[in-house]
């Protein structure tokens, strides 16, 4: 059933949206259209075409398929694309490196195996709240200060600069945002339901 776009959840998303741009302000100079092309673009696709992906499952299989079957469809309908990728920057490119590959496996084990079976089983606990599904799908922006991290930590990355801090915080902001917007409306919910069995 279609419900209302919650206002609040689109305000607070903006402003994590925002705090992302700021992040990567400090690489405008140096982004070329080859690069914007092939870096960003994708990006920009894929943090649509996730959740998109996984509301379109929640819709057409909820209740019929768990989290990890969800998981599953998913990877294996994008699989030919990958493929696809993979067979291209063998090409282009040869084969990656063992520091490479290690990199990836640690990205597709953190990343693309917990990180998205955790927010697959959260998007399904509250498909039916548009407002509780915003504030859960508004957590992947914290990818974004993980993958600062990561970088400072374990590949000895450059310490953000102010321009990035301040992005950061309005990632945090938002998401902190998106936590209370989403408390508010439990009660109302509640009183609701509550109603309705009267």
């Given at each position: 059933m279609r419900q209302k776009i919650p206002l609040a959840a689109l305000?607070?998303?903006?402003i994590i949206l925002l705090g992302?741009?700021?992040?990567?302000?400090?690489?405008?100079?140096?982004?070329?259209?080859?690069?914007?092309?092939?870096?960003v673009l994708p990006v920009v696709i894929a943090?649509?075409?996730?959740?998109?992906?996984?509301?379109?499952?929640?819709?057409?299989?909820?209740?019929k398929l768990d989290t990890f079957q969800r998981v599953l469809g998913m990877t294996l309908a994008s699989l030919p694309?990958?493929?696809?990728?993979a067979a291209y920057g063998w090409w282009s490119d040869g084969l990656p490196s063992m520091?490479?590959?290690?990199?990836?496996?640690?990205?597709?084990?953190?990343?693309?195996?917990?990180?998205?079976?955790?927010?697959?089983?959260?998007?399904?606990?509250v498909r039916d709240h548009p407002q509780k599904l915003a504030a859960v799908e508004a957590?992947?922006?914290?990818?974004v200060i993980f993958a600062l991290l990561g970088e400072m930590i374990l590949l000895s990355g450059v310490f953000p600069s102010l321009l990035s801090f301040s992005g950061l915080l309005f990632i945090i902001t938002g998401?902190?945002?998106?936590?209370?917007?989403?408390?508010?409306?439990i009660p109302k919910a509640a009183a609701k339901e509550k109603a309705k069995s009267i």
């Open positions: 305000m607070t998303s903006f992302a741009g700021i992040i990567q302000l400090q690489h405008a100079e140096s982004l070329s259209a080859k690069m914007l092309l092939f870096s943090a649509f075409a996730y959740p998109l992906g996984n509301r379109k499952m929640l819709v057409k299989y909820g209740g694309f990958w493929l696809l990728l520091g490479q590959t290690v990199q990836s496996f640690i990205v597709a084990v953190s990343s693309g195996i917990v990180a998205t079976v955790l927010f697959f089983w959260a998007t399904d606990m957590t992947q922006s914290g990818e998401m902190i945002l998106h936590t209370f917007a989403s408390r508010q409306r």
